[in-house]
């Protein structure tokens, strides 16, 4: 059998032998550029030194094939023989070499992401550093602008807010969880009768009734507001007013409450008026029930009357019939002189009306009673206005009422004392008021809202029927005018009672006034 020539095999081992060599070393170069390119690439520099020791293993591998395929051509079998272990062991060596770089690929690579990690977190720190950098040179730069424009902005808000404290027409405090007022503004101070405020005030000692400020505080404890609470709060003089309050707890971070703040609305005008109305509709209804009843009793009264007065010719004068029919007499006039009282609380009988000087009807009915004032030891004090407007009304109507309020106010002062009467222009209401004040005990609260209703009486039997001040109070609504009373008059013992009547000056008066005015 004839052997194959082996030129191809030996060509095609020496031309890949080369290419081996050849592209070995296109690989180190280009791995040798990326390393230039990105130095701090991990992945690029372990290409590189791989690229060396394939570089290595090629040439070993290539050269010791080249020489191989010659020496055979030429015969030397003997001389490959010799150098073919060398040529093997060094082909060992570089496998290993290139066996070692790849077995250390997998620790290379963590340790590069471990470092590229710490890299990445250095810098973002860093980054973190020169952001916080920038910004401290620019608040260096900018820190006065800013103090200055927040400031501003404080001092505007707190400038708005001042305002509101200071000019509401409410209180407005804040307090400790203990009541002691820390601020109020001075709507609140003169509302309660202080000028400044002083070391000591304490918002639960103007509550006049305890329950009120009991429930005040559990308000507030348990919900952490009160809204629109009714009260009656004592002010430094002793008078009474009565608020509405709305107020909020003041909380810490923890949740306990260590005070409050709130306002407080007077709310007395408006009592005062709604209780005038109040009574003003009372009086009505009575005065139409009163009117009904004292027509019906006036006619059988009469009827009684006349024929006691008839049946007294029938028996002797000393005789016990006769007695008793004058007793009968007296007592029906007694009646019909309530009826007539009646009758003229309800409005309706008529009177003659003319132009009045207020100051000559107070000194018409004291020319009557101060005799009897004096006797019992009362002073009379007359503060009358030199020059009044005149009111138009009845004289007559007019002379009753100033005697019924000035012997009410004798019967109070058993003991004697002091009677002051008074008579000014209120220009803004185009009013004259006339005060009858005394210092007798003073009306007790629980009665004061009844003193004109018909038959309420304090007075002693047989002193009084309980209807001369509703007689009184009907007259002056007559005249389109108002009767109130101020009890105690002196605050500071709880004493006295004033009487004020206020009568419309007449329309003629009015305009006379307003041109001088003009």
């Not at 150098?83 to 077995?103: D, Q, R, W, Y």
């Not at 009673?369 to 007359?382: A, F, P, R, S």
């Amino acid at each position: 059998m004839n052997s194959l020539p082996l030129y191809p095999t030996t060509l095609a081992d020496i031309i890949g032998s080369l290419m081996i060599i050849i592209l070995s070393f296109l690989s180190l170069r280009y791995a040798y550029l990326l390393t230039r390119k990105q130095p701090e690439n991990f992945i690029w520099g372990f290409l590189y030194y791989l690229s060396i020791a394939l570089a290595f293993f090629a040439i070993s591998r290539a050269v010791g094939h080249i020489v191989k395929q010659f020496l055979l051509i030429f015969d030397n079998k003997a001389i490959w023989a010799h150098i073919s272990p060398f040529s093997g062991g060094f082909n060992s060596l570089m496998m290993i070499f290139v066996s070692a770089v790849t077995i250390y690929y997998h620790k290379g690579v963590e340790v590069f992401r471990i470092v590229e990690s710490n890299a990445r977190k250095l810098e973002i720190a860093n980054r973190q550093r020169i952001n916080a950098a920038n910004e401290m040179m620019r608040l260096n730069l900018h820190l006065e602008e800013m103090v200055e424009e927040r400031t501003a902005e404080l001092s505007q808000s707190e400038k708005k807010f001042r305002q509101f404290f200071e000019n509401s027409k409410d209180m407005v405090y804040f307090c400790s969880n203990g009541g002691l007022i820390s601020d109020i503004n001075d709507s609140g101070l003169h509302m309660m009768g202080y000028d400044t405020l002083p070391e000591h005030l304490n918002i639960h000692s103007f509550f006049k009734n305890d329950d009120a400020l009991e429930a005040y505080l559990l308000s507030l404890h348990k919900n952490g507001f009160v809204r629109d609470f009714e009260v009656e709060m004592e002010k430094k003089d002793g008078s009474v007013c009565h608020v509405l309050l709305t107020a909020n707890a003041i909380r810490n971070e923890h949740g306990q409450m260590i005070g409050c703040e709130g306002i407080a609305k007077d709310m007395t005008k408006l009592k005062t008026m709604t209780d005038q109305l109040v009574s003003q509709e009372k009086m009505a209804s009575v005065g139409q029930l009163a009117a009904g009843v004292a027509h019906e009793i006036n006619t059988p009264l009469g009827i009684i009357l006349g024929y006691a007065q008839l049946m007294q010719d029938d028996f002797p004068k000393e005789s016990e019939e006769k007695q008793n029919l004058i007793v009968i007499e007296r007592q029906a006039k007694a009646c019909r002189k309530i009826v007539a009282d009646l009758l003229k609380f309800s409005r309706q009988s008529g009177g003659f009306k003319q132009d009045l000087d207020l100051n000559e009807v107070v000194n018409e009915v004291l020319a009557v009673t101060e005799h009897i004032l004096d006797i019992d030891h009362i002073q009379v004090n007359k503060i009358l206005a030199e020059t009044l407007p005149l009111v138009p009304g009845d004289a007559g109507k007019i002379r009753q009422v100033f005697f019924n309020i000035i012997n009410n106010a004798h019967q109070a002062m058993e003991n004697g004392g002091s009677l002051t009467i008074t008579t000014s222009y209120l220009a803004e209401e185009k009013m004259i008021d006339c005060m009858v004040r005394d210092t007798g005990p003073g009306i007790p609260p629980e009665v004061k809202g009844r003193i004109f209703d018909p038959f309420f009486t304090t007075k002693r039997v047989g002193k009084g029927t309980g209807l001369g001040l509703s007689v009184s109070y009907g007259i002056i609504q007559e005249h389109d005018g108002r009767i109130t009373v101020d009890s105690p008059a002196n605050k500071e013992d709880g004493t006295g009672t004033a009487f004020h009547v206020l009568l419309p000056v007449c329309r003629k008066e009015t305009q006379n006034i307003d041109k001088e005015e003009k």
